[in-house]
């Protein structure tokens, strides 16, 4: 009896061992599938997927610009003071080239719309880097108005002078 209760125990410490063994090599075969796994999604989906976006983005067009013709006007100013004035180069940014030849025959009512504005300013209203913006994206809402329905995207200043 002593012999079968030793077989016994002898025969479940296998099973119990064998299993144990088994389950290690599974995980393990698991774990090496997962990782080769990973890496082949990644190589498919991910890396491909990110060349063709990059291959398909076509590079951005430069804009073009359109040169307005100088402008000399006189600020507002109280009576008694020193008459100041204001010189100003600007160009129009527009976003394609074939947008210019739609602004070129509005450039006298742009020219008009732009002196009407400037000889209403005061020299206070153009000081400091926060005057010349509220001045840029003005001119940028009036320009946009005379010339619609093209459209400008910006207004740049290559010349500022008051005296």
Do not use: C
């Not at 016994?8 to 099973?15: F, K, L, N, S, W």
């Not at 082949?40 to 990110?50: P, T």
Request: aromatic letters at 6%; charged letters at 25%; hydrophobic letters at 45%.
């Amino acid at each position: 009896m002593a012999d079968n209760d030793q077989a016994e125990g002898v025969a479940e410490g296998t099973e119990a061992v064998a299993p144990k063994g088994k389950l290690k090599l599974i995980i393990a075969a698991v774990a090496v599938l997962a990782i080769i796994g990973g890496g082949a999604a990644w190589f498919f989906f991910l890396r491909h997927h990110g060349e063709e976006m990059h291959a398909e983005a076509a590079p951005p067009k430069p804009p073009s610009y359109v040169e307005v013709p100088d402008m000399l006007v006189n600020l507002v100013s109280l009576p008694g003071e020193r008459v100041q004035y204001l010189k100003v180069r600007i160009v129009l940014e527009v976003k394609e080239e074939k947008q210019i030849e739609a602004i070129k025959p509005t450039l006298p009512r742009v020219t008009d719309i732009f002196q009407t504005y400037l000889r209403e300013l005061r020299v206070s209203d153009l000081n400091g880097s926060a005057g010349l913006f509220r001045l840029k994206e003005e001119l940028t809402r009036r320009v946009n108005v005379a010339v619609s329905p093209s459209q400008v995207s910006a207004v740049l200043f290559k010349e500022v002078v008051v005296q």
